[in-house]
């Protein structure tokens, strides 16, 4: 616990560390992996990874991933994914499976 009661840390044995904040952001690290879980106060979760991708999950159940290369990936409540390329390329995939891809001339296959 700091000076100001507004941070705890917990060190578990296996190297894991974990923060809490007064204002309800918790703070957990798999030391073994380098990766963060946080945990915000209205229910966002996000995953950092070593390797920089980084995956927000939010409380409507919808999901947001950003890629080391710049490419993201959405993922709507009705289970829709649209993938965006850094080439401008987009992909959208339904949940029945049927997927659409725009490439950055205009093709659309």
């Given at each position: 616990v700091?000076?100001?009661?507004?941070?705890?840390?917990?060190f578990n044995y296996n190297g894991d560390v974990?923060?809490?904040n007064?204002?309800?952001?918790v703070r957990y690290l798999y030391s073994h992996t380098q990766t963060w879980h946080?945990?915000?106060k209205d229910?966002?979760?996000v995953l950092?990874?070593?390797?920089?991708?980084?995956?927000?999950?939010?409380?409507?159940?919808?999901?947001s991933i950003s890629f080391p290369d710049g490419s993201t990936?959405?993922?709507?409540t009705s289970g829709e994914e649209m993938i965006k390329f850094c080439d401008g390329t987009v992909v959208k995939i339904q949940p029945n499976g049927d997927k659409l891809v725009s490439l950055p001339h205009g093709q659309i296959e």
């Open positions: 700091n000076a100001h009661g507004s941070l705890a840390k917990l974990k923060e809490s007064r204002d309800g952001l946080i945990t915000h229910g966002r979760e950092q990874f070593k390797n920089g991708q980084e995956e927000i999950r939010f409380p409507d159940g919808s999901m990936k959405t993922i709507s």
